[in-house]
């Protein structure tokens, strides 16, 4: 009677604990499989943010170099300016103040070049904490599923 009744009891109870461990199981491993997505989505991002990053560097290199070479230009101008006669000063001072406002506009240019360059490397940076963070939860995940299957055993 009582220890039937005790034993009735004791398989409902296994019965339940063994369908709540079937679906922390299935739910585990749906969250492992979208956590893996997710993991090769931010690495794809990753990787194309980089390759802006790469492209941006050799634009700022190239601006750079051409303010290098205008402002050589500017000071051949100056000493050709001071070395010419009266009449050749008005033409020389249209040059020079057309050099330097393309170099004004390529300062400009390189500053926005700069704040893309920050933007950039602050998103690789927090990809790379997203990349971690997912690191961790498919460890914890994996080893849920462990403890889930060792207590199905």
Not at 17 to 42: D, I, P, S
Not at 127 to 133: F, G, K, L, Q, V
Request: aromatic share 2%; charged share 35%.
């Amino acid at each position: 009677g009582e220890t039937a009744k005790d034993l009735v009891v004791g398989m409902k109870r296994l019965e339940r604990n063994e369908t709540l461990l079937k679906g922390r199981a299935a739910t585990a491993e749906k969250m492992m499989k979208l956590n893996a997505e997710l993991f090769e989505k931010t690495a794809k991002e990753s990787k194309m943010l980089r390759g802006e990053l790469a492209a941006s560097r050799a634009r700022e290199h190239r601006l750079l170099a051409d303010m290098k070479s205008l402002h050589v230009q500017m000071a051949q101008l100056r000493d050709a300016h001071h070395a010419r006669p009266a009449e050749v000063e008005d033409y020389r001072d249209i040059r020079i103040d057309r050099l330097s406002k393309q170099l004004e506009h390529r300062d400009g240019l390189i500053w926005a070049l700069s704040q893309d360059l920050l933007s950039s490397r602050w998103a690789v940076a927090n990809r790379s904490a997203d990349h971690a963070r997912s690191s961790d939860l498919v460890l914890a995940l994996q080893n849920l599923s462990k403890d889930v299957a060792a207590t199905d055993e």
